[in-house]
């Protein structure tokens, strides 16, 4: 392993490790969606390190394009839904 392998090795795992965090730390449900696509796309380019590409490519169609897609609009439709009723609420009363 050289040197510029080991030090780009250790800039992604640093990425996933802080995306990683993200995901844990973050109050809001959009920035953690955010955050875990960034740790996922950081796991792929370990995956393509490795000589893995098929799999990487794999984890970017299925993880980050299948699965992110559909937590980001699983939180786009749920994050709101409190919000609308509180001001509809106000309106008619």
């Known amino acids: 392993m050289s040197t510029l392998e080991f030090a780009a090795f250790a800039v992604f795992a640093l990425v996933t490790l802080g995306f990683s965090a993200g995901v844990v730390l973050s109050k809001h449900a959009w920035h953690a969606a955010l955050s875990l696509g960034g740790a996922l796309l950081s796991v792929a380019v370990?995956?393509?390190?490795?000589?893995?590409?098929?799999?990487?490519?794999?984890?970017?169609?299925?993880?980050?394009?299948?699965?992110?897609?559909?937590?980001?609009?699983?939180?786009?439709?749920t994050d709101d839904a409190g919000d609308d009723t509180e001001e509809s609420e106000e309106v008619v009363a």
């Open 46 to 77: 370990h995956y393509v390190m490795l000589g893995a590409a098929f799999v990487a490519a794999m984890q970017v169609l299925v993880y980050v394009g299948g699965v992110l897609v559909l937590l980001a609009f699983a939180v786009m439709l």
